[in-house]
């Protein structure tokens, strides 16, 4: 069950990562280190509903320029907001962007949609989860048989 987004940290990418830890990889070193992106900042909104970060990346993947963006996160670490193809030159057009972005988002709404795919997602698992077994104790009941 996931927690609401609260300050972890008062480095961007310890909190990010803190923040974001088993609900995406999106900040993890590893992933990080791939995009040659770095963590500007990162801050939970709304009550902790949301989790914002802006970073610096690589526009190419040798690394000849760089640029700013904002990604948006729900509770559960889905990406609510992000613009792969919109570069900021500057950090403070990012941050600006993302304030934008997320004075328009309703941040109670999109957490009750995501506890209902939740809901709806973890129901289908657990049906999976019954047929396995029950496909398992079959397969047992006819090695024991034999």
Known sequence: MPNLYRNE???????????????????????????????????????????????????????????????IFDVFGNVVQRDTDQWFRKSEQATKAMWEALNALDAADLTHKAIERAIVQHASE??????DIERLATQDKTRTAA
């Open 126 to 131: 657990m049906e999976r989860l019954e047929r």
């Open 9 to 71: 940290a008062s480095d961007p990418k310890s909190n990010a990562q803190r923040n974001l830890c088993g609900r995406t990889h999106y900040v993890d070193d590893d992933t990080l280190r791939y995009h040659k992106s770095r963590v500007i900042s990162s801050r939970h909104t709304d009550g902790g509903l949301l989790f914002a970060v802006v970073t610096s990346d690589a526009k190419d993947y040798e690394n000849r320029s760089r640029g700013f963006r904002f990604v």
